[in-house]
C-alpha cells in the first residue's frame, strides 16, 4: 500500500527554522517525484515545488524560490521541506504528494500543519 | 502564469441530483487538467486527471470533460459524501503547475 506519512504539527516563533518531513512506503521512493503544496488557512491549494528523490533534481516556484528548501535522503524514502527563518505569514498545512505522471498527484500525505507565532 | 477560474465559488445541489462545476484557463492547456476533491480536515483526493481520466477508485458519478480553455466536472447523482470542495488543476508545460480557487459544494 503507498503511503506518504508526514512529520507532526509544529509551533514556531518567527525567525526560528523548521524542517518538516515526508517518508514514503509501498513503493520505489526513487522512482517517483514527490511535490509540496501550501494551504494557508480557508483557502486555495498553492503548488510550492518538486523533487526527484532518485537525482535529487528540484524544481521550485517562482512564488517559494529563495524562500524554502526542498531536499530528499532516499536512504531513507524521505522527502523534506525547510525554511531557515520562519514568518507569520508561513502559517499553514503543508501537504507532501506522490506524481504519478507530471502534475498529477495520486498519493497525498495527511499534512503538516505550521503555525508561526510570537 | 496559467490562471485557472473555477465557477461558481459555491453551489447549492440536493442529495440525488447532478452537480456540474465549470473551471477555465487563461490559455491553453490542451487536456492537462486534473480535479481534486477536499474534505474538511482531509488531503486532497484525485478525482480525474487527462480532463476525463477517473482515477484509480473513484465512482462512475464522477465524470470530467473539455479541453484547451474550458473544462467541467460533473457528479451525476450526488451522495452525501460528495460534499466537498473541488480544485481543479492544470499541469501543460509542467512545471509549474496551477490551482483554481476552488468551488464548494453545499448541501441545498
Known amino acids: 500500500e503507498v503511503q506518504l506519512v508526514q512529520s507532526g504539527a509544529e509551533v514556531k516563533k518567527p525567525g526560528e527554522s523548521l524542517k518538516i518531513s515526508c517518508k514514503g512506503s509501498g513503493y520505489s521512493f526513487t522512482s517517483y517525484w514527490i511535490g509540496w503544496v501550501r494551504q494557508m488557512p480557508g483557502k486555495g491549494l498553492e503548488w510550492m515545488g518538486i523533487?526527484?528523490?532518485?537525482?535529487?533534481?528540484?524544481r521550485y516556484s517562482p512564488s517559494f524560490q529563495g524562500q524554502v528548501t526542498i531536499s530528499a535522503d532516499k536512504s531513507i524514502s524521505t522527502a523534506y521541506l525547510q525554511w531557515s527563518s520562519l514568518k507569520a505569514s508561513d502559517t499553514a498545512m503543508y501537504y507532501c504528494?506522490?506524481?504519478?505522471?507530471?502534475?498529477?498527484?495520486?498519493?497525498w500525505g495527511q499534512g503538516t500543519l505550521v503555525t508561526v507565532s510570537s | 502564469e496559467i490562471v485557472m477560474t473555477q465557477s461558481p465559488a459555491t453551489l447549492s445541489v440536493s442529495p440525488g441530483e447532478r452537480a456540474t462545476l465549470s473551471c477555465r484557463a487563461s490559455?491553453?492547456?490542451?487536456?492537462?487538467l486534473a480535479w481534486y476533491q477536499q474534505k474538511p480536515g482531509q488531503a486532497p483526493r484525485l478525482l480525474i486527471y487527462?480532463?476525463?481520466t477517473r482515477a484509480t477508485g473513484i465512482p462512475a458519478r464522477f465524470s470530467g470533460s473539455g479541453s484547451g480553455t474550458e473544462f467541467t466536472l460533473t457528479i451525476s447523482s450526488l451522495q452525501s459524501e460528495d460534499f466537498a470542495v473541488y480544485y481543479c488543476q492544470q499541469y501543460n508545460n509542467w512545471p509549474p503547475e496551477t490551482f483554481g480557487q476552488g468551488t464548494k459544494l453545499e448541501i441545498k
Open positions: 504528494a506522490r506524481l504519478i505522471t507530471p502534475g498529477v498527484y495520486d498519493y
Open positions: 487527462g480532463a476525463s
Open positions: 490559455q491553453s492547456v490542451s487536456s492537462n
Open positions: 523533487i526527484y528523490p532518485g537525482d535529487s533534481d528540484t
